[in-house]
């Protein structure tokens, strides 16, 4: 464990996951689980002569948040894009089947995601390890445990990451954290430029970024890029989070009807912006956080219950 | 098999199935013991978009609204998540995630899921539909495909050639039935020359809630870790260290 000083300004975007765990949680409180020195580590890379990482790419274990005891799992993105493997997507199952399990264990589950999705080397096994990690959070869930998605690195969370993010009770998010199922690259390549140009950075965080997520009722709460940040918005909303149950699923039903309802003749965010009755929506983009959060906050379907 | 051979073995005293202009299967059909099955599902192989997905979850919802056990049956032939800037912008991610909720909800409430997989399954529209089933069933010719062969051979800059050799050692990257039986994803395949009704029985007789695809995975060989990992995790977080998780 690192003894750094807190850095609680410190850029989310910028940090590692072990940095992320450090300036998040209070000093000194974090116990890994499945330590480095332990080496569980993905059986299959070494078939495409590939390193691979004595975490696999994701660091999971128990802490405190401002004296809330937690379970935590992060993502490294920059280990092969945070991709979720055999033993990175198991090590999440098991987190989240252990609180699901056992009460004794602390009620919230923080999942510091930070990942392009599943990982090509290991598709099948990591495919199917998103569907149990969703399993596992739903049933988690209904057991009363609050899962909480912080979504700020520079992978986003896309393809499962992304459907892993939306099956949780919350969705923390940055102006630079992505959230989505397809990448706008994977988009383009599939269906040409015209459909998604990747190289238009604009058009990119407009589509899939914390501000337009965070508007249309797609995350909880937004924060600046910073330690500091997530963990004051990670307080705040702890002991907020819906229930799982039939009101919860007919309540998002109802919600993401109305969203396409509402949106499905639009072509770009900006116009979706106007709908929701925000005066001067090409502004959006360059409000600085507290302005935004008071905007965000005042916009009706942008907070909700229906998750 | 064609959608409507499966429909006719599965539901040989009759069905109100039904699939709408875009793929959209939804419906019910009629058991052996006169009982009624919730039928949804993707058909022709569309894509999976924000429109796609609400007809299929309202359905759910219906089926657990008006209580009771009525199991339901999802259908899978579909080549994905639709790749579209604006259901992107609408945030496709929620959609998905949501049908796959609505599912669990289901399973939750005691209305055992069944998923079978007959045409092609991919990516995110399969993490919505099948995989979020408590049993998932193969009939053969099904082509689950998380990722094709050129695309990992892209990103791998291994030839597809070398990716195919190495696809016969183990499963745990190249698309196919038998692959995605060897990881658990898939329980079982039916035989498509006896009748359906009956192995459709068999699989509710014998299916729960509970998750053991990667306990299976690890009986056939396809995933060696993945059970014992998350197994170790459970052991560490209560304190009980030790176990080893290796292959």
């Known amino acids: ?307 | 098999m064609t959608l409507d051979e499966i429909l006719k073995s599965l539901f040989p005293s009759g069905h109100g199935v039904s699939v709408s202009a875009d793929g959209s299967i939804t419906g019910s059909g009629k058991r052996r013991d006169g009982g009624t099955i919730a039928v949804i599902g993707v058909a022709n192989g569309v894509a999976l978009g924000t429109a796609g997905v609400l007809p299929l979850a309202e359905q759910v919802l219906q089926v657990v609204d008006a209580g009771g056990d009525t199991p339901i049956l999802v259908l899978v032939d579909t080549q994905g998540q639709l790749m579209a800037r604006r259901d992107e912008m609408r945030g496709l991610n929620e959609y998905l995630a949501h049908l796959a909720k609505c599912l669990l909800l289901a399973s939750q409430q005691g209305h055992r899921t069944i998923g079978l997989e007959y045409g092609k399954a991919a990516a995110g529209a399969f993490l919505a539909t099948a995989l979020a089933t408590d049993v998932l069933i193969g009939l053969p010719g099904a082509t689950p495909t998380v990722m094709d062969l050129p695309s990992v051979a892209r990103v791998t800059k291994l030839p597809v050639k070398q990716l195919e050799e190495l696809a016969k050692t183990t499963s745990v990257f190249a698309p196919g039935l038998d692959h995605m039986v060897q990881m658990g994803a898939v329980a079982a395949v039916w035989d498509p020359a006896k009748p359906l009704d009956a192995q459709l029985e068999e699989t509710l007789a014998t299916t729960s809630s509970t998750d053991v695809r990667d306990k299976t995975g690890a009986q056939r060989g396809g995933r060696p870790m993945a059970a014992a990992v998350a197994k170790r995790v459970v052991a560490e977080a209560l304190g009980k260290g030790g176990g080893h998780a290796s292959a």
């Open chain 1, 1 to 307: 464990m690192d003894t750094q000083p807190a850095y609680g300004h410190s850029s989310w975007l910028q940090s590692t996951a072990r940095q992320r765990i450090t300036g998040l949680l209070d000093p000194h409180s974090f116990t890994e689980f499945l330590q480095p020195i332990e080496r569980v580590q993905s059986p299959h890379l070494h078939l495409f002569d590939l390193p691979s990482a004595f975490d696999d790419g994701v660091v999971i274990g128990r802490g405190s948040l401002d004296g809330t005891l937690v379970l935590l799992a992060a993502q490294e993105g920059q280990f092969m894009g945070g991709t979720f493997g055999e033993v990175s997507g198991a090590k999440i199952v098991g987190l989240l089947r252990a609180a699901r399990d056992h009460q004794e264990l602390p009620r919230t589950v923080l999942l510091l995601l930070d990942s392009g999705g599943v990982r090509l080397q290991e598709a099948n096994a990591g495919e199917l390890a998103v569907a149990e990690i969703m399993r596992a959070v739903i049933e988690a869930r209904c057991a009363g445990v609050a899962v909480i998605a912080l979504v700020g690195g520079k992978a986003g969370a896309f393809g499962g990451a992304g459907l892993t993010a939306a099956t949780c009770s919350r969705i923390i998010v940055s102006e630079q954290g992505r959230i989505g199922v397809s990448g706008p690259e994977v988009i383009e390549t599939n269906k040409g430029v015209d459909e998604f140009d990747s190289k238009d950075k604009a058009l990119v965080w407009s589509v899939a970024g914390g501000k337009n997520r965070r508007l249309i009722g797609g995350a909880d709460a937004f924060t600046a890029d910073s330690m500091d940040g997530f963990r004051t918005a990670a307080k705040a909303i702890l002991d907020r989070v819906p229930s799982f149950d039939l009101r919860s699923m007919r309540a998002e039903q109802d919600r993401l009807a109305e969203r396409e309802k509402l949106f499905g003749g639009c072509t770009d965010a900006v116009s979706m912006w106007k709908i929701l009755g925000i005066d001067d929506p090409e502004a959006v983009s360059a409000m600085d956080t507290d302005g935004f959060v008071t905007l965000a906050n005042s916009i009706k379907g942008a907070n909700h219950d229906a998750r």
